[in-house]
């Protein structure tokens, strides 16, 4: 069975600070997805990666595959109220379905 | 519409009823995943369906829950002789293929008494 565990579960900073959420397997995955979702909505994808190594950078987000494609880590510089949210990643393996891990809820205070 | 419908958007039942919830997905998208969604929790695969074939079946919790796609559209998700313990979101999501974006719906909510 494949897994992805997140940390932290739960992150609670002040605007302007920055931070790393972690997304960890023993397996390996052919590609990685983080989603963003926010109460009462489904997800919304931020970024997919797909080749071990690669860094994506979405504005004051950076996203990294590692390069066993075992795990992933988002980082957001000068959080923002508005980056308030649950952040999932999901992990595609061997039978294509979506994997999602528990997720890491952010909370940002001005 | 252009986006992934659910419906109901809320559902209050009394243990021991059957439920069923209904999405509509992007028109094209062959492939379609239900997942459940428990309060702060993140994300619990149920099924997959590439076109209307559920290769995998392995997240269903129990007999009681089945699903079904017709014209590699419309999906049912049936739960039988609800339990509290299905109390959860429900959340419906499409992709154009197996690996690609998932749009989500914003979900259906279960409350079982």
Known sequence: ?????????????????????????????????????????????????????????????TFQFGDARKDSSLHITAAQPGDTGLYLCAGAGSSYKLIFGSGTRLLVRP | GAGVSQSPSNKVTEKGKDVELRCDPISGHTALYWYRQRLGQGLEFLIY?????????????????????????????????????????YLCASSLSITGELFFGEGSRLTVL
């Open chain 2, 49 to 89: 369906f590439q076109g209307n074939s559920a290769p995998d079946k392995s997240g269903l919790p129990s007999d009681r829950f089945s699903a079904e796609r017709t014209g590699e559209s419309v999906s049912t998700l049936t739960i039988q002789r609800t339990q509290q313990e299905d109390s959860a979101v």
């Open chain 1, 1 to 61: 069975t494949q897994l992805l565990e997140q940390s932290p579960q739960f992150l609670s900073i002040q605007e302007g600070e920055n931070l790393t959420v972690y997304c960890n397997s023993s397996s390996v995955f052919s590609s990685l997805q983080w989603y963003r979702q926010e109460p009462g909505e489904g997800p919304v994808l931020l970024v997919t990666v797909v080749t071990g190594g690669e860094v994506k950078k979405l504005k004051r987000l």
